[in-house]
């Protein structure tokens, strides 16, 4: 069967080269089939509560199917089109629908328990404990111990939440694309580099074309807004951004009733489970305990970076009207005037320092960190890809012996989705006596080459792409050999972005950006005078920065928690009143930043986007130790591989830090690194 359906061959890297929409149905289908055919046997009587004859085979069972889907989910998220978006959801509610009867399974349950009360528990590893442990809390979550009538609508309820949740990516994505900006005049493009015009004209020649075209895509987007000086166009283009998805453009692609009925069925399922809210659920499996916990954190951060953001905001207000003439500050301003003012300030920009990072050198210079620090060896590889600017690596120990390998999707295009994100395509784990190899997917959002010259990223780009390859390392550095452990399974969702945010910063170290640095045309590395002038400008506005993560935060984590959905008060209205506590600049009242929040609504970061500043607390703290041994230390890497990356979630996350730093967790290293240490 696996060679007429390329999907349901599991003896190595997916093969993207011979997949079909039409591969979807068949191969769901009869995984979904063998899976239930497997249940049925692990629930007969005589099968016995053990590992071995029933917990390995569902996770067996379990792991193809993901391995399937997740190539299909792969697939939906970076090259779209209507067929396969049709195949997907086609076959999605039924997807949700196996997991939400595996979950609800009161037999399967009841196995886990005796297998957790065995005498067999005790003998087991750490990791198979832990995993029995998470199995049992899922079930609970999952409704298990539910009637029989309160089960059928909690499934109902995770079907419905499943298909709003990908309708709300796909309205995103679609009315990103429905709009472009159309310019013939060269002369109100005035202050755009000349690579982003490059990108522009290109854009526009493919449509048959003169003049420059501009999307709301990432590398199109911000650069109009940090250099244009036309600013009825950066208004234009600013009101295209924030009302995407919403009831100013197509009915049909308008997110506001798709919130309201998430968070409504969010609540019912979270009462149906004997809990207040949705956000008591999203914190069962979190390090944090509580919502009011994690909104004290939340709200004690705000107390300190807030005087920090206004002093920012008030030092760029007064710039803006001093020098640029501009005496009312919009929206549409505060990303032109910021960089206008870091470059007074800090005589340099975003595109000065761009001319810097060539995409093969910043791979060079990142793959190089990994390697000092982690003692592997990163090589290029060959695979079948999705798209031709796809690249394949593969990481190996000193010996030569293959530890994973990785795709690279780098560049922006029309049927992606935006943002940045690792998602794994094979887990590690051991099976008839030998290692599965991990291999992960890491995409990007950048600029793609123009005019036959390399692409160059900005340093931002940079951050992000050692951010997902922090991700990537959690996923592909893991030792252990149970696939419901290994990697980032079962890793507190608030702990997840430590490998990330840690790795981010290596990108602002001498002994680094020396090594990962060329200039476009005369291919010397960054000039010292040049870094310590980005060093200087490392937490310009910093506290402005803080307070906008903060706000999204506090409204995700309210949204979720004291919100009334069926109340008078509308989502809308929440976050007017979170911004003029903790906003230090108002945006304009047709915003509608919450209608293309797709991490809380369709990322699965619901009640949980704080956890980018808890993680924060624990990657600065963690990277301390780097500052004191210095940068590269390979003992001190050794360390953060063996303690953070190489146990997964086979432990707590707290305990793995507690390991790796030998104490507790302290705030003040983030201060620091932000440049607020005296709040």
Aim: proline fraction near 5%; hydrophobic fraction near 40%.
């Amino acid at each position: 069967m696996s060679d007429s359906n390329p999907l349901l061959d599991f003896t190595g890297l997916p093969r993207f080269a011979a997949i079909r929409t039409e591969h979807i149905a068949p191969a769901v289908e009869l995984l979904l089939a063998q899976n239930r055919a497997r249940i049925e046997e692990l629930t007969r009587p005589g099968t016995a509560a053990t590992w071995a004859d029933f917990a390995a085979p569902l996770e067996d069972a379990n792991e193809r199917l993901a391995r399937a889907w997740g190539v299909v989910g792969h697939l939906h998220g970076v090259l779209d089109s209507p067929e396969l978006r049709s195949a997907y959801n086609a076959s999605q509610p039924k997807i949700v629908q196996y997991y939400t009867e595996l979950g609800q399974n009161l037999i399967l349950f009841q196995k886990y328990k005796a297998l957790r009360a065995s005498p067999e528990f005790a003998t087991l590893t750490p990791a198979q404990g832990r995993i029995i442990d998470n199995e049992i809390r899922d079930f609970r979550l999952s409704g298990a111990e539910l009637s029989p009538q309160k089960k059928q609508r909690f499934a109902a309820i995770s079907e419905e939440l499943a298909r709003l949740a990908t309708k709300f990516s796909e309205n995103v994505l679609d009315a990103t694309n429905d709009f472009s900006l159309h310019v013939e005049d060269r002369a109100k493009l005035t202050g755009i580099p000349e690579d982003v015009l490059e990108m522009a004209r290109t854009a526009a020649e493919t449509d048959g074309k003169s003049g420059w075209k501009f999307s709301l895509r990432a590398p199109a987007y911000v650069p109009f807004m940090q250099y244009c000086a036309e600013r009825e166009l950066r208004e234009h283009m600013y009101r295209a951004y924030v009302t995407r998805a919403s009831e100013f453009g197509k009915p049909e692609r308008d997110n506001t009733p798709l919130i309201m009925q998430m968070l409504g069925l969010h609540h019912e399922a979270a009462q149906l489970l004997g809990y207040a809210n949705h956000a008591e659920v999203s914190l069962v499996p979190k390090m944090a305990q509580t919502p009011r916990q994690v909104l004290d954190f939340l709200n004690d951060l705000a107390a300190k970076a807030l005087p920090f953001a206004r002093k920012d905001y008030a030092g760029l207000c007064e710039f803006a009207a001093a020098e640029l003439g501009l005496a009312g500050l919009e929206a549409w301003d505060l990303a032109y005037a910021s960089e206008k003012l870091r470059a007074a300030r800090y005589a340099f920009s975003d595109e000065e320092v761009k001319q810097y990072f060539p995409e093969a050198k910043v791979m060079q210079g990142m793959f190089r960190v990994v390697e000092t620090i982690f003692g592997v060896r990163v090589q290029p590889d060959n695979a079948e890809t999705w798209d031709p600017a796809v690249r394949f690596f593969r990481i190996s120990d000193l010996h030569g012996n293959l530890v994973g390998q990785f795709y690279l999707d780098p560049y922006a295009r029309d049927t992606k989705r935006g943002g940045a994100w690792m998602d794994e395509a094979i887990s590690r784990r051991r099976l008839d006596g030998r290692v599965q190899t991990p291999v992960a997917y890491l995409t990007c959002n950048f600029s793609a080459p123009v005019g036959g010259k390399p692409a160059m990223f900005t340093h931002d780009e940079v951050l992000t792409l050692f951010h997902e390859f922090g991700h990537g390392l959690h996923h592909l550095l893991t030792r252990v050999d149970y696939v419901g452990v290994s990697g980032l399974h079962g890793v507190e969702w608030d702990a997840v972005e430590l490998p990330s945010q840690f790795m981010e910063n290596f990108c602002w170290e001498w002994d680094v950006l020396a090594h990962m640095t060329s200039h476009a045309v005369s291919g010397a590395p960054l000039p010292r005078a040049l870094y310590d002038k980005m060093l200087a400008a490392k937490n310009f506005q910093s506290g402005m920065h803080t307070m906008r993560q903060l706000e999204f935060s506090l409204f995700d984590m309210h949204l979720h928690y004291d919100f009334d959905a069926n109340g008078s008060n509308t989502p809308q209205q929440l976050l007017d009143e979170i911004r003029r506590r903790v906003a230090v600049a108002i945006p304009p009242a047709y915003n509608r930043f919450q209608n293309n929040f797709t991490h809380i609504f369709a990322g699965g970061y619901g009640a949980g986007y704080y956890s980018y500043k808890w993680a924060e607390v624990l990657s600065a703290d963690a990277y301390s130790l780097f500052e004191e041994n210095g940068v590269l230390d390979g003992r001190s890497g050794t360390r953060f591989c063996d303690e953070i990356l190489a146990v997964g979630g086979s432990r707590p996350a707290l305990e793995s830090f507690r390991a790796f730093r030998g104490r507790e967790p302290t705030v003040d290293a983030l201060l620091r690194h932000s440049g607020m240490i005296g709040a």
